[in-house]
């Protein structure tokens, strides 16, 4: 299920981005509202994918086994669908550029900066999961710094992002719906 919602969000915001038109045909750029959907989407998409192995079962199961020393290969390939299933969410945004709206500037790149840092803790757990069998605390190690540095920069960018959505909808007088998880 969280498969296909994902698949919706992106295929939501590559037909926002085909009715914009294409920088070749004088694009026009998205309405302010257009695009807050659109990055929301983005980001909810992302989320979907990394909230899972940044504070969920997988990746708490994932940190348990390393720092049992067990072997992580079961977990290289759940990695790598996910990492790929980023990549397309991340593809979603940039084929929305040229229909970004001049006043929403910061905000994409706010979110472009949050679709990095998530690429980049990604891809810290694919290190973490492809470490050989036999690997003890000094190979560990550095990987787990990696992890909590990635881990801090993700964090700070979606804080970020955050503040820059609630802000960029009230100063456009766009109603969000919040919903917990």
């Not at 069998?133 to 000094?138: D, E, L, Q, S, T």
Request: with cysteine; net charge neutral; proline share 3%.
């Amino acid at each position: 299920m969280k498969t296909f919602t994902t698949f919706l969000l992106v295929s939501f915001s590559l037909l926002l981005a085909a009715c914009g038109g294409g920088t070749t045909t004088g694009a026009s750029k998205l309405s302010s509202s257009d695009y807050l959907l659109h990055n929301i989407s983005v980001w909810n998409g992302a989320v979907t994918i990394v909230d899972p192995w940044v504070s969920g079962d997988r990746g708490q199961s994932l940190v348990a086994d390393a720092i049992a020393h067990k072997p992580l290969d079961s977990y290289k390939t759940a990695l790598g669908s996910q990492r790929k299933a980023l990549a397309a969410n991340a593809q979603a945004n940039t084929a929305v550029a040229s229909g970004v709206p001049d006043n929403a500037k910061d905000l994409d790149g706010k979110l472009s900066a949050y679709l990095n840092s998530a690429d980049a803790m990604m891809a810290a757990l694919e290190r973490v999961a492809a470490l050989p069998n036999g690997y003890g605390n000094p190979e560990l190690a550095p990987l787990a710094k990696d992890l909590e540095t990635v881990s801090t920069r993700l964090n700070t960018d979606m804080e970020a992002l955050n503040t820059a959505q609630r802000a960029y909808s009230k100063q456009h007088k766009i109603a969000m719906q919040e919903v917990s998880q």
